[in-house]
């Protein structure tokens, strides 16, 4: 259904948005509203506003029991082919990404969150998962993410006078130039 | 190094023949497995491939107390520094075995993140190619250095090149003499 | 013992070779000693200092660095530990001693090439890894792989998991003390690598589980050698069992020591054999099953107490566990194409190369660009010997990924450290550490 057929039915009434078919989302949804819910090849994903991660989190542990969190990891979109970017959410530069699993109801979701380029920090989930204190470093570390009221915000993976964020697209690149001992020269 | 310095003649040749005996025949190696070749090398040193038959058996936590130390894995930037100092404590003689491609030469690690040889730290006397190389391959390598060693040639190696290494490579078919 | 007090001060006033041998006798007591003389003149002015002063009082804490080049075989972990005399206060693991980019890597490299990569994070393991990979990259494409592909793949996972237990035995046991371990647990890692060495090719790091199926099909009357090595393999754990399980010595090392809770356990993010220690069995080759595990019959091992020594039985019977896969793979084994005959996916036979030039192209194709995964992510995992190992993998319709990011177990199971460590003696850290089974490829990746 176009934007055009929504026009030309103005004002009987408004689409409901379809139902979230997974219940832990559409419970996300409901505590959080604007969150995008997208069935990403069989997977739970909602897409929600950086401000809410913490409370998503907290959410999620205290509410539908899931009681640990996998994984915290950013993305760089910066120099992206072609982006799937669900509707009613707004790209930035990085994106974070956390990874949660219920043992006792044996499901997972995952919950990603846009961070703009120039303030790229978000809350940290430590205090609900204190696992996650090296992947929090380590985000930070390799892509420059802060995450506010981490106890420990120092690099992890790199030597502590490293300069910059590697595995930004922007930084270093992926491939050095191979020396050669003897190398006459640039060929 | 004492060896070069002496005269050469009759006696002190054979003198040098007990040196090189003693220096070749019961080479220490320092723990240094950092990777994927530090399971190999530990399979090297178990009972199916037995580095005990050249007296390796024992690998020295001490550097102090090693005369071999066989970079076995890659080389990150972080533990660059750590592998100099390790090196720097080794007593001569001392030899630097480079095991596999990350060792020798960054491997397939073309990034930021891993030194592209460890030549370009510490001077590398063989380089043993491998991803890892096999127990066979190693022991290929340590026995190309034992040759070195007693033909004397090693040192000779050292002295003519630039880093202080004598820089042999052995090529990874196994049992094929290297051409020295 | 008479005194001879007066009789000395009277001597000391002659200054002779005959007056020393007289206040020699003089200060000699009856057992042959000899009385100290007072100190007079300038000798009784000068002060007697000892350097360091008196010892304090209180008892300082000190912080020591274990690593990163250590004798514990676990690879370049440096800890830094406060210690009180023997008793470990506090530990904390410094990692990125073997950080290798490999993420980064993994952006430069095709979906093609990606295998090579991910293989060598952990690198006890490395078919774990490859299958992860190659997991997520047929989630993004929505390949549905042959019957056979997915039994391979699963008996190959099996064998690893078999010759990763077995090498965590020997370290482990070298690490505790035995060193006898260290070289028995070789014996039967070496007939596995050999079967290993068969069918893939190479000993380690075997690029064999690709997106698509497996490199190559199984070679002939492998049935009798993967047999064989299960029959080699069971042999040798119970030899292991009893020579460790009811050692007194070992007992002692290992019983109570590093305990963990499954609260603990779960809020640090461990997962695999430490979880499984703490009385919570979870394996996700039961729980969420993924290849064909839900149709072989294991059972899924896990303790009570938590400590160093439930780690070790634990996988220690979890290899009898894989043997008894191993062998319901050879039994089941169903008939079919090793890898799927997808183009885009999948090179052509070496043999259509010299025949076809569309072949020649499509191999050209498929080897220097890669093929192209449409924009979309996911989150694998995968049950490996370590725990769970994940794959994030973001594609933008491109021929390389995006972001290739493993969530290695050994990372989070590190962490765990902090719930174990703190009150036991120095030794027990040790022991703690090889309990973890750590490897570091996969925690600095």
């Avoid at chain 2, 007593?91 to 480079?98: F, R, S």
């Amino acid at each position: 259904m176009t934007d055009d057929d929504l026009q030309a039915r103005e004002g009987i009434h408004e689409v409901a948005p379809p139902p979230i078919p997974d219940e832990v989302a559409a419970a996300v949804a409901e505590r959080f509203p604007g969150t995008v819910f997208v069935d990403s090849h069989g997977q739970a994903v909602v897409y929600v506003a950086r401000a809410s991660w913490h409370d998503v989190g907290a959410f999620l542990r205290d509410e539908q029991r899931f009681t640990q969190c996998m994984d915290v990891t950013a993305v760089d979109h910066l120099v992206d082919e072609a982006r799937a970017v669900p509707e009613g959410v707004e790209p930035e530069r990085f994106e974070v990404v956390a990874n949660y699993l219920s043992h006792p109801r044996n499901r997972r979701i995952r919950v990603i969150a846009q961070v703009p380029a120039d303030d790229a920090t978000v809350a940290t989930l430590t205090d609900l998962y204190p696992g996650l204190s090296f992947a929090e470093r380590e985000v930070f570390d390799l892509l420059g993410i802060g995450f506010e009221g981490h106890p420990d915000p120092t690099r992890i993976l790199l030597p502590d006078d490293w300069e910059g964020h590697p595995l930004r697209k922007d930084d270093a690149p992926a491939r050095v130039p191979v020396t050669f001992k003897g190398d006459p020269g640039p060929r | 190094m004492g060896l070069e310095s002496v005269p050469h003649n009759f006696v002190t040749a054979r003198v040098e023949d007990l040196v090189k005996w003693a220096r070749r025949s019961s080479v220490w190696p320092a723990t240094f497995g950092l990777a994927c070749c530090a399971i190999e090398m530990m399979a090297a040193g178990a009972a199916h491939y037995d580095l005990s038959r050249w007296g390796m058996e024992i690998f020295r936590a001490s550097p102090r107390q090693a005369d071999l130390m066989i970079v076995a894995g890659r080389v990150s930037q972080k533990m660059a520094p750590v592998l100099r100092q390790v090196y720097d404590q080794m007593v001569e003689p001392k030899w630097v075995i480079a095991m596999g491609v990350c060792a020798s030469s960054g491997g397939m690690f073309n990034n930021y993140a891993i030194v592209q040889g460890v030549d370009q730290i510490v001077p590398v006397d063989v380089y043993v190619p491998g991803c890892p190389p096999g127990p066979e391959t190693l022991m290929h390598g340590i026995l190309t250095l034992n040759q070195e060693i007693k033909s004397g040639h090693i040192l000779e190696r050292r002295a003519a090149s630039v880093s202080g290494g004598a820089g042999l490579t052995i090529d990874q078919r196994d049992g094929v003499p290297s051409a020295v | 013992m008479t005194d001879h007090a007066d009789t000395v001060n009277s001597a000391e006033s002659v200054n002779s070779a005959e007056s020393a041998e007289q206040r020699r006798l003089a200060a000699q007591t009856d057992e042959g000693a000899q009385l100290l003389r007072p100190l007079a003149g300038k000798a009784a002015e000068k002060e007697l200092v000892l350097t360091g002063g008196p010892w304090p009082e209180r008892d300082d804490t000190m912080i020591i660095n274990m690593g990163p080049q250590h004798p514990s075989t676990h690879g370049v972990l440096r800890i830094m530990m406060e210690l009180s005399g023997e008793t470990v206060l506090r530990a904390k693991p410094v990692i990125g001693y073997l950080h290798t980019g490999m993420e980064k890597t993994g952006e430069e490299l095709s979906y093609v090439q990606g295998a090579t990569n991910v293989t060598r994070m952990d690198y006890a393991s490395p078919l774990s890894n490859e299958l992860v990979f190659s997991l997520a990259v047929e989630q993004l494409l929505d390949l549905e792989l042959p019957e056979r592909a997915t039994w391979i793949r699963m008996l190959m996972v099996e064998l690893n998991r078999m010759s990763s237990h077995l090498l965590f035995q020997a370290t482990n046991g070298m690490d505790v003390g035995a060193i006898s371990m260290m070289i028995y647990g070789w014996r039967e890692r070496e007939e596995t690598l050999r079967l290993l060495e068969r069918i893939t090719g190479l000993r380690m790091n075997h690029n064999y589980i690709r997106p698509g199926g497996v490199a190559a099909e199984l070679p002939d009357d492998w049935e009798d050698d993967v047999l064989a090595v299960c029959d080699l393999v069971e042999a040798g754990v119970r030899e292991y069992d009893e020579l460790l399980t009811d050692n007194p010595i070992f007992r002692e090392r290992t019983v109570g020591v590093g305990v963990l809770t499954t609260e603990e356990a779960l809020a640090l993010g461990a997962t695999g054999p430490i979880l499984r220690s703490t009385g919570f069995a979870w394996d996700l080759r039961r729980a969420q099953p993924y290849l064909a595990y839900d149709d072989v019959d294991f059972d899924v091992i896990y303790t009570e107490n938590g400590d160093v020594f439930d780690r070790y039985q634990i996988r220690l019977y979890e290899i009898l566990e894989s043997v008894k896969i191993v062998r319901q793979c050879v039994a089941k084994m169903p008939r079919g194409d090793y890898r799927i005959q997808d183009r885009k996916v999948t090179p052509p036979p070496r043999a259509r190369i010299d025949e076809s030039m569309e072949a020649l192209i499509h191999h050209f194709k498929l080897f220097t660009e890669g093929f192209r995964v449409p924009p979309g992510e996911t989150y694998t995992v995968v049950e490996s010997p370590r725990g769970e190992i994940g794959c994030y993998l973001v594609s933008d319709g491109s021929p390389k990924p995006v972001r290739l990011h493993i969530r290695g177990p050994s990372f989070y199971n590190l962490q765990s450290m902090d719930a174990m460590v703190p009150g036991c003696m120095f030794a027990d850290a040790v022991a703690i550490v090889s309990s973890i089974d750590p490897i570091m490829g996969e925690v600095d990746r």
